[in-house]
Structure formats: C-alpha cells, structure tokens
C-alpha cells in the first residue's frame, strides 16, 4: 500500500543552523505531496506542498523539492529559529481519491 | 480561515462504553478524515469519506466506525471503548486530490478507564 517514511523522529539543532528532513514515499499513482506543521497543543498547519517534479516550492523560509525519481520530499531551511521548534509532517495524496496520509513526524527542537 | 469544529475538547470513557466524536466543518468540503495522533506514529488515518453518505476505511479502522449525514458532519463511533483507544483524535476536511490544504480541528483528547 501506499506509505510515507520520516526516518528521523527528533532533530536537535543550535538557532542559525541549517536543516533538513528527510521524506520518502511509495504509492502508483501521481502523487502530491504536503509538509505540515505542528506546533506543541495546536491542530497541524500546511506548510508546503507539490505535486511538480523536480520544482522548488518556498514558504515561510522553509522549501522543499519533490524528485519523483527518488520518491522524496525533503523539507529544508537555511537558518532555523526558536520558533520552528515544532513537529514536522510529511504526507501524500493523489489525484483521484484525496485519501491523504501521513509520516511518523519528526520532532524539531531548535536550541539557543 | 477554513472552520473544522470538534466536540467534545475532552471525554474520558469506561472501557466497553459507547464513545462518539463529532465534527463539522463549514467549507463545503468534499473530503473528511478522521486521524488519531499517538507519540511514535504521528498521524494515522481512520475512517475517511468523499462526501455526505459515504465511508471509507483509512489504515487503521479496527474498533472504530465512521458516519457521514450531511456533507457539514462526520462522526466517529466507538462502540465498545478499549483502554488502547486512549488517544487524540484529530478531524480535518478539504480536498487534497486537488493539491489544496487540508484544515483541521483542534482535536479531541479521549481517555478509555
């Protein structure tokens, strides 16, 4: 069936740094792609999303590039803030049936 | 902004009890799903449906059934509560298949004693 992995579950980083998280998936269909955020006791927010191969997609200083011939998603920023310490969702959906499901989640934890 | 309202906030259950959850969005929204959060498996998909008198079975459906009335409404029953369905329980609605977002409630926090 169709899956989305997240292989990191908690990312720990210093303010300023850069940082990536890894998203892979499997489905047959053409897929489109979403990155969702989650901040501690809130409903998760889109972050990002796409459905073109080999384009970037930015928001919020966060970007993202879907490479269909890997299957991945990975969500970047070049300079992380306190504020993103949050948790990071990445999920797939397609075209015809809009059944959309979710990563494990990677908790970002930003430090001073 | 898109509106997706759940109640109860909160509900602790007996175990063997009837719980339902309920949720109503004002989007005209073809789409609602019904996802339950656990720390270590994120998201997991439940019940879904594609509009008013449809269901569908998400990833993990056992002990748990769904109800779409209208398009505004879909709820999620469990007819015999277990303490392994202590969880929160998130409902979203749009239209994804449409590469548009998906809105979600605040949740629902659900205790099973």
């Known amino acids: 069936g169709d899956s989305v992995t997240q292989t990191e579950g908690l990312v720990t980083l210093t303010k300023g740094l850069p940082v990536m998280l890894n998203c892979t998936y499997q489905?047959?269909?053409?897929?489109?792609l979403f990155w969702y955020v989650q901040h501690l006791n809130e409903a998760p927010k889109l972050l990002l999303k796409?459905?073109?191969?080999?384009k970037r997609t930015e928001h919020q200083g966060f970007y993202a590039t879907l490479h269909k011939s890997s299957s991945s998603f990975h969500l970047q920023k070049s300079s992380v803030q306190l504020s993103d310490s949050a948790l990071y969702f990445c999920?797939?959906?397609?075209?015809?049936?809009?059944?959309?499901?979710f990563g494990q989640g990677t908790k970002l934890s930003i430090k001073p | 902004e898109a509106a997706v309202t759940q109640s109860p906030r909160n509900k602790v259950a007996v175990t063997g009890g009837k719980v339902t959850l309920s949720c109503n969005q004002t989007?005209?929204?073809?789409?609602m799903y019904w996802y339950r959060q656990d720390t270590g498996h994120g998201l997991r998909l439940i019940h879904y449906s594609y509009g008013a008198g449809s269901t569908e079975k998400g990833d993990i459906p056992d002990g748990y059934k769904a109800s779409r009335p209208s398009q505004e409404n879909f709820s999620l029953i469990l007819e015999l509560a277990t303490p392994s369905q202590t969880s929160v329980y998130f409902c979203?609605?749009?239209?994804?298949?449409?590469?548009?977002?998906?809105?979600f409630g605040k949740g629902t926090r659900l205790t099973v004693v």
């Open positions: 989007n005209n929204h073809n789409n």
């Open positions: 979203a609605s749009g239209d994804p298949q449409g590469a548009t977002e998906v809105f």
């Open positions: 999920a797939l959906s397609d075209y015809n049936q809009g059944k959309l499901i």
């Open positions: 796409s459905s073109t191969d080999n």
């Open positions: 489905t047959t269909y053409s897929p489109f």
